[in-house]
């Protein structure tokens, strides 16, 4: 078991551009079953061996898709996001950078009434190793285990994956929730995902300033949390009021601290890393316990 | 007057000198609005309503966008490239205006007889108003009142070319004083737990919208509207009736904020606030300030508010390095940053601090870092002086280690830099990236940990000359 994506996930890519067709190969090389992508016009011809549609609900039809990866460029991202949801898919992951909060807050009101599970925006995809990956995250880095690992980077999930599977720390799931104010899946709900999951028997929570979802993941593990977890803040050096690359990761007035967040994941007993390389021992006292 | 006042930070003020808080959300500490009233308080009007209907393409963007580009010549300090695009007080009360909220007569003048003229054809009592993108205007003698023209003109004097908080005022808006009963706060921003829109509406106006919350929450009335339907008639209602606005004006506070709304969506704002929203004697409604900032992310579609945009002095690095598609923020440190991606970036500053030192800026060129993107990087980070080591921290995914080693490389073999480099790569092919970079005059080292003591180290060593 695993969550969100497994060896029958079936994925379309909305955006087969540059990027998008990097990185379909790269998943395709990896595995995961890529059966289609949109592109309005094109139906019915293929592209680097996909087979193009020019719709979601046409792909959705003919390939049985139960997931979208997202690489249109911002303005379009928002009728993507909401085609794909109206073709009825299970997943949605959306890598596009640079989506106005105005529309992200439109397709969270959408979610809020189908059954769809959006992952990102901003944010490097989902990858459940030895199963399938989708995103564009450098697969060597990653292996199959037992670690659930939720992180609002993009490198530097690469480099915790990288850490961990050195340290012979597989992972069950790795879902990278975006840097974006307002995304799909927050850390508290990838959290429970993990937290439900048979596969999984430990979680890794890397949040960074701003907001206060971190806050919220360790208050659900407080109450319901069923293995052990490690977290890492980054930005604890941050100023407040600068906005750290990330559009998400910025303090304002006294909201989205790191010491905030530190305090609600000691809170509630989850060790908080000082830096990423004292995750893997972290994780392996918590598995210990 | 206004010395008495001093201790009073603000940013508008009604007749007789009375400074309220400039609502800008900033975390200061913020006035407790004064209850006294002026004698000679007069009774504002309907007139700015007149010159609105008059000439609605008066207030229009599209003038101000040459008055903006005026600003721009002098080189007007302000906006943030590293988050969302602010307005001053003048330009959000003209989009309020142009959305049917009544706001006082007011103009801008950038010189003292400019300020003369405007209090005269504003023919009344006035504030004149430093237009600076910091919070405590009034405490820093930004805001005066003048009871005639001349007055205007010697407030303008005094307060043009004032330096607050390290930003030289360049503009003043001159504006006819209201005849205040009461203060209001209304504000929309983002919600970002509930992923909404949240509307707030208090009768605790003229004060800090945080200090309110933190100390007394029940004295702001919430409302999550739809990003769909937009603020319902009703929901507005149930605001105003929550928030305990008395009869006489609650409709019309409810269609303000029905109104504020319809600003806030149609200006992709990530925040909009009218603090103080007063109320008048003659029970009539006027927006005291103002404050709007747009998601930065939306400006491809707001073309006009992106003309606003002021870049300061220090903020240039910031917006070339923006050109070049890095995310940059300078820091007062010693150690130069250099990463890919924002988290590992933040977390390379982090280790900096863990280490003993303080960095210099935060730099994350996006995704790979082949040599022209280290070449550029370099070049930003070397342009502050206070520079005195850099440490590059990189993670080879898609791009690879050895490929990202060449590029340093080449870097530094055609463009050797001032200080010390100390490279840390991580990541696919890291191994092979270190041995290229093994004979390099550079230190590399294999975690992050050790490339931040190094860093910090060299840092704190005498110049190398």
Redesign the interface.
Known sequence: MSVLLDRNTRVVVQGLGREGSFHAA?MKEYGTKVVGATKPGKGGTTQEGVPLFDTMAQAVDATDANTSIVFVP??FAMDAMLEAIDAGIDLVIAITE?????D???V???LETSGTTLVGPNGPGAITPGQAKVG???A??FSPGGIGFV?????????IA?LLTRAGLGQSTCIGVG?D??VGL?TPDAVRLLNEDPATEAIVI?G??G???EE?AAEYLRAEGKKPAVA?I?????????????????V???QGTAESKVRAFEEAGIPVA????EIPDLVKQALRR | MLDAEAPRDGGCVSEVGRVVADGD???ETKAVPSRKRGDDARVETARQEDRLTASPRDRGIEERGESMGRGNERHQPTI?S??PVKLHEYQAKQLLARAGIPIPDGRLATTADEAERAARAIGASVAVKAQVHVGGRGKAGGIRIAKTPAEARDAAKAILGLEIKGLRVEKVYVERAADVDRELYLGIT?D??R???VVMLSTVGGMDI?QVAATDPDKIARGWP???LGLLPFEARALAFEAGVPEPQRDAVADIARKLFTVY?QT?A?LVEINPLFVQKDRSLLAGDAKLDV?D??L??QPELAKLKEISRDEEAEEKARALGF?Y?Q?DGDVGII?????????T??????AGGR?AN?L?VGGGAKEEVVRSALEIVLANPRVRSVLINI????TRGDEVAKGILAVIATHPPRVPLVIRL???EAEAGRKLLASAPLESRE???DAAKEAVRLAKEPVRV
Not at chain 1, 274 to 277: D, E, G, R, Y
Not at chain 2, 349 to 354: E, N, Q
Request: aromatic share 4%; no cysteine.
């Open positions: 790269r911002a303005p640079g989506i106005p909060v105005a992200m807050l439109k969270a009101a959408v564009i995250m450098p060597e880095n992180s609002r980077s993009g490198t530097l999930t690469y480099e990288d840097g104010p307002v927050p890397v960074e300033i907001g206060s979802a919220h890492f980054a930005g604890r050096s941050a100023p407040p009021g600068k906005r750290m690359g990330h559009a998400g990761a910025i304002s007035g006294n000082n830096a990423p390389s | 959300g900033d975390g943030s590293n988050g983002l970002r737990d992923r909404r829109p945080e739809s990003p769909l969506v992709d990530s998601d992310n939306a491809y579609r995310s923020v820091l990463g890919n991606g924002a988290g590992l970036v933040m977390s500053l982090d280790a900096v601090k863990l960095a935060f994350d993670f080879g995914g898609i991580s990541g696919t975690t992050m940990d």
